[in-house]
């Protein structure tokens, strides 16, 4: 597999972010669903709508977003709503939580090791395209959040969420936090499942990782970390591999104090087996070339 072009730019700025979506050359067609983090109630560190407002506006697309499998604030399709409207997302965008009605949309996982199908909101079949746009940071369990678990834990619908961090042991919240799971085989099983949703859109998906408010929690913490590191820039691609690569290391290559911090996270939780297996599934590769837009 040839080297993917990873485009980055480090301005932080709302056009700098319309800008690397058109160095791409690519234009995301028909109904476009974008998928992005709408941060949990008392989350300071989510990508704010009116940051993104110019690139959804860009690209025409629609806020999508599915439940969570954890108790909290976006647990429940009601109580989710309302999040998105306390966070001001509806107020911006038109906003389809995707797995407010089932039944879910099942995705096959060819040549799946953890688990042979991917529980996803069924409302995915009503769109042509996705725009990926990921807030980098850390992540509790998964030891930083980018593009690849934007397509598996994002995409995939409360009882989706449940099956990948059991491994396919239960759908149901009641049970998901109780089952005994290998950390590395729900590594592999976030990989899975995001390839799946890749496969679904093809050629028509793109990814946008967004390095800034680097904190090693994740928006989905309704108590996080302040973040540790300076901002960093913005990376884009079609490959949501290479993308999270680059991402990974332009931390490790950072001079900043708050480096070593970040890294414990990723490496205590063994964060980059993700991006390993994922590259070992054909899903995208580890090989890229940086492309500076600045």
Same mark, same amino acid.
């Given at each position: 597999m040839e080297k993917s072009k990873v485009y980055f730019t480090k301005s932080i700025t709302p056009e700098s972010v319309i800008n690397i979506y058109d160095a791409l050359g690519i234009t995301l067609k028909g109904n476009v669903a974008v998928k992005l983090h709408s941060g949990e109630q008392g989350n300071q560190n989510f990508i704010k709508p009116a940051f993104l407002k110019a690139i959804i506006e860009h690209v025409g697309g629609t806020v999508v977003e599915c439940n969570t499998a954890y108790s909290g604030a976006r647990n429940s399709t009601d109580k989710h709503k309302k999040l998105m409207e306390n966070h001001g997302w509806t107020k911006y965008f038109d906003v389809d939580i995707m797995d407010a009605e089932g039944p879910d949309m099942i995705l096959p996982i060819k040549n799946g090791k953890r688990i042979?199908?991917?529980?996803?909101?069924?409302?995915?079949?009503?769109?042509?395209?996705?725009?990926?746009?990921?807030?980098?940071?850390?992540?509790?369990?998964?030891?930083?959040?980018?593009?690849? *678990?934007?397509?598996?834990?994002? @995409?995939?619908? %409360?009882?989706? #969420?449940?099956?990948? /961090?059991? !491994?396919?042991?239960?759908?149901?919240?009641?049970?998901?936090?109780?089952?005994e799971v290998n950390h590395d085989e729900f590594l592999e099983a976030m990989a899975e499942s995001a390839g799946s949703v890749a496969a679904y859109f093809?050629?028509?998906?793109?990814?946008?990782?967004?390095?800034?408010?680097?904190?090693?929690?994740?928006?989905?913490?309704?108590?996080?970390?302040?973040?540790?590191?300076?901002?960093?820039?913005?990376?884009?691609?079609?490959?949501?591999?290479?993308?999270? *690569?680059?991402?990974?290391?332009? @931390?490790?290559? %950072?001079?900043? #104090?708050?480096?070593? /911090?970040? !890294?414990?996270?990723v490496e205590s939780r063994n964060g980059t087996h993700t991006i390993d297996t994922a590259a070992d599934l054909g899903i995208g590769t580890k090989d890229y070339e940086l492309i500076s837009i600045d």
């Open positions: 042979k199908e991917n529980y996803v909101g069924k409302n995915l079949k009503n769109y042509d395209s996705m725009l990926v746009l990921s807030h980098f940071k850390g992540h509790p369990m998964g030891g930083y959040g980018g593009a690849l *678990k934007q397509l598996s834990i994002g @995409v995939a619908s %409360s009882a989706g #969420k449940c099956w990948i /961090h059991s !491994v396919g042991k239960t759908l149901s919240q009641d049970e998901v936090w109780e089952v093809k050629d028509n998906i793109v990814y946008i990782n967004i390095m800034c408010n680097l904190s090693v929690d994740c928006d989905c913490c309704y108590i996080a970390e302040d973040p540790c590191m300076a901002d960093i820039g913005i990376l884009a691609g079609t490959d949501p591999v290479a993308v999270d *690569k680059a991402c990974i290391d332009l @931390v490790y290559h %950072s001079k900043d #104090k708050g480096r070593d /911090h970040f !890294v414990e996270r």
